[in-house]
């Protein structure tokens, strides 16, 4: 591979520049801002290093799809988004936000890291085993979405639609981060999610708060119905919820155990003394990966402004999201949280589910991750860190293993590249180290049984 790999280098200020124009080109989904000029944007880029390229129509915005011919018909797949996060809050930028700015041996920008960089790296990687060999030693598809930050609302339908194109014997995924020690992950899947909106509504109109001593306050009415689904020990109340959480197999116990988790620099990095319940160890990483969860994401009702306004608010509202693990079902758990709120008095509370997504596994002993593991050594002079699953969530499950498609994620993102918030980034020598590790998987993965 050093033939390819000193093509990588000598050709890497080309790299560069093709993440900078991508970077520098607004993507931002939830505002439909750039959408049409980035995903011709991706088409080109495509074609213009030897793919076929073409963009597959949804009821929203369209997945870019691009193939490239292999020496074999085994085929691997990389799924990536082209949209980002809107840049807000602007005012904590140190640069433009779709400036790409290189400064410090990092290159600051919005979907830098996701998932603008990893996307550029697969592509660099592509040309430069062509320019350099000629031909992919496999047949390489690219399915590129731009609704992944705001929950793949048309992938189900994208993939029922186009799901003999998507077919594959392996997918690199989206993301991938170095943790604080420069070790490399490697993650074999996604927690699901259950993503939904309670609303508490009252009278039909604020009141002043004297009315409070008659009139019933939505605020504290939400307030109660969330205190009946957790207690204080993180205990999810509602019934039935952890039926279907599978135990731990001897590998998931085995990659805990050599899972690398940096405590202390994560909680430093955070400005916290001590994670939640106090825990550590491999309790703190088999909570992390293994558990769900029930999280208040937003809260809002009423009065929030400066100073004070004596008010009694007509409604409150509450975003939830429950991380998943296999095997629960989100549509399932979206049916038991009705259920247990009906059980608990609080029918009139209304509710709305946004995001549902299964969790996903692929397993620790097969081609692509064994071809994964294996090429990190060989570009990064270390083991990986092998995450059993990402504590995240995203639409691998309906993509990848619905269709028996194993999916491994690694790529360019570092432990502190501020993925959704201000000043995000990626370290100029990771992402070339990406396109090099791209490169090595394709030879790889094709002497894989």
């Known amino acids: 591979m050093q033939d390819v790999f000193s093509f990588i280098e000598q050709n890497r200020e080309m790299y560069i520049r093709w993440l900078q124009q991508i970077c520098q080109q607004p993507s931002v989904a939830a505002q439909n801002r750039g ?11 495509i074609t213009q290093i030897g793919g076929e390229s073409k963009q597959l129509e949804t009821s929203g915005y369209p997945v870019v799809y691009g193939e490239f011919p292999g020496e074999s018909d085994k085929t ?14 602007l005012d904590l930028w140190e640069s433009p936000p779709f400036g790409a700015e290189i400064r410090d041996g990092r290159m600051y920008a919005r979907g830098v890291a996701d998932n603008k960089g990893n996307l550029m790296a697969r592509l660099a990687a592509v040309h430069a085993y062509t320019q350099v060999r000629g031909k992919l030693p496999t047949r390489v598809k690219f399915i590129v979405e731009g609704e992944e930050e705001i929950g793949s609302v048309h992938l189900e339908e994208f993939v029922e639609k186009y799901h003999d194109m998507i077919q594959a014997d392996g997918c690199i995924w989206e993301f991938g981060y170095k943790n604080a020690d420069g070790r490399p992950q490697v993650s074999l899947g996604v927690k699901g999610m259950c993503y939904v909106e309670l609303v508490c509504r009252g009278a039909n109109t604020d009141l002043h708060s004297a009315n409070a001593a008659i009139i019933e306050n939505p605020a504290w009415r939400l307030l109660w119905a969330l205190n009946t689904l957790k207690t204080p020990d993180e205990k999810i109340q509602i019934k039935g919820f ?81 991380r998943l693990v296999p095997d629960q079902d989100p549509h399932e758990i979206f049916s038991l949280l009705r259920a247990h709120l009906d059980e608990h008095g609080f029918s009139d509370i209304e509710m709305e589910g946004f995001t549902l ?4 596994r692929t397993p620790l002993n097969n081609p692509l991750t064994r071809s994964v593991v294996n090429t990190v050594k060989d570009i990064y002079g270390m083991e990986p860190t ?17 269709l028996g498609i194993p999916a491994v994620s690694v790529g360019v993102g570092n432990f502190a590249s501020n993925n959704h918030a201000p000043n995000e980034n990626v370290i100029i020598e990771d992402y070339i180290q990406g396109i090099k590790h791209m490169a090595a998987i394709f030879e790889e993965f094709a002497k894989e049984a």
């Open 35 to 45: 959408m049409k000029e980035t995903a011709d944007m991706v088409e080109q880029f």
């Open 76 to 89: 691997l797949s990389f799924y990536n988004h082209y949209d980002v996060q809107p840049e807000d809050p």
């Open 386 to 402: 092998i995450m059993p699953m990402s504590p995240g969530t995203g639409p691998m499950y309906i993509l990848c293993q619905n």
């Open 242 to 322: 952890y039926d279907k959480v599978a135990t731990l197999s001897d590998d998931d116990a085995g990659m805990l155990e050599q899972m690398i988790y940096n405590e202390e620099s994560t909680l430093e990095k955070l400005g916290l003394k001590s994670f939640l319940l106090d825990l550590s160890g491999i309790p703190l990483k088999e909570k992390l990966i293994f558990q769900p969860t029930c999280t208040v994401c937003g809260l809002v009702s009423g009065y929030t402004g400066t100073g004070s306004k004596t008010v009694l608010p007509a409604e409150a509202r509450v975003k939830l999201d429950f």
């Open 357 to 360: 997504e299964h969790p996903a």
